[in-house]
């Protein structure tokens, strides 16, 4: 064990990037104790004819759940039902991983609204973020 003054002499630096041997050490942690992340990655893109980006959808499933991560529709695509059809096939992509939810946040109010009308409930906010708004979480069980 580390005594308290052994700690203060531990050197502190403030790296420009990531570290990958910090991820893999509480990867590691983690595992040992809640069981293997089994991180998946998900990407659905939609593109109109002429090929054109007009929504996608970014996401990771892991411990039977799918984050998704990010979901957007072209401003002039929306309200003609893209979301809801990559929210649909995220959902079957999901239950064929043997994912037991979806979880999601946002800070958008419509968004929020969209999520509800697809099935999801409030799992939680964090009010003031971004400052003025809120971040909320939902959840959609798959069983």
């Not at 002499?9 to 990958?20: D, F, G, N, T």
């Not at 990867?27 to 929504?55: K, M, N, S, W």
């Not at 999801?120 to 939902?138: D, K």
Request: hydrophobic residues 40%.
């Amino acid at each position: 064990m580390i005594k308290k003054e052994e700690i203060e002499k531990i050197a502190l630096s403030v790296e420009s990037e990531e570290s990958s041997e910090l991820a893999a050490r509480l990867g590691e942690a983690i595992a040992g104790q809640f069981g293997p992340r089994d991180e998946t990655p998900l990407c659905i893109v939609a593109r109109d004819p002429q090929g054109t980006l007009a929504g996608g959808l970014n996401g990771a499933s892991h411990w039977r759940w799918l984050y998704v991560r990010h979901l957007w529709v072209e401003a002039s695509q929306r309200g003609r039902g893209l979301g809801r059809r990559l929210m649909a096939e995220a959902e079957r992509l999901a239950k064929d991983r043997g994912c037991v939810g979806i979880y999601v946040d946002t800070f958008d109010p419509q968004a929020a609204a969209f999520y509800q009308n697809l099935g999801f409930t409030r799992a939680g906010e964090i009010v003031g973020f971004p400052p003025g708004h809120a971040r909320l979480f939902f959840r959609k069980s798959l069983r």
